[in-house]
């Protein structure tokens, strides 16, 4: 198994835990993607991966790499009209250029609870 392929099944699997738990019981995903960026994270670091948690303007996602070589991996993506559930995609994609704040995992809980202190609380990861 290649890193994408492994990287894609551990996406994969997080979108299938979040279509059952839903912030808002909505199939694109509304509400959850900085839980399911958080999860993600979490379950690359157990896979040696050195994922960073990140975010724009109203939009949480996951990067790996660095420069030209930076991969973004979303799951929640679907909720801004995009049809594949699981997107994996480089970093000049547009969509994820204006990376407003971001926190290599793991990280302090209180780091990321500051992160997205102004999210609504459902929408939080921790």
């Known amino acids: 198994?290649?890193?994408?392929?492994?990287i894609r099944a551990i996406a994969t699997r997080v979108r299938g835990w979040a279509e059952k738990r839903s912030v808002y019981e909505r199939s694109d995903l509304t509400g959850m993607c900085a839980i399911c960026s958080y999860r993600i994270g979490r379950l690359l670091t157990r896979h040696g991966y050195r994922p960073k948690l990140?975010?724009?303007?109203?939009?949480?996602?996951?990067?790996l790499g660095r420069g030209k070589q930076r991969i973004v991996v979303d799951v929640t993506a679907t909720q801004f009209d995009h049809t594949e559930?699981?997107?994996?995609?480089n970093l000049i994609d547009k969509w994820y250029w204006k990376i407003?704040?971001?926190?290599?995992?793991?990280?302090?809980?209180k780091r990321i609870q500051k992160m997205f202190h102004a999210w609504p609380l459902e929408q939080r990861p921790i």
């Open 54 to 63: 990140c975010m724009n303007k109203n939009h949480a996602f996951i990067t």
């Open 100 to 109: 407003t704040d971001g926190v290599r995992l793991p990280a302090d809980r």
């Open 85 to 89: 559930k699981v997107v994996i995609t």
């Open 1 to 6: 198994m290649t890193s994408t392929d492994e």
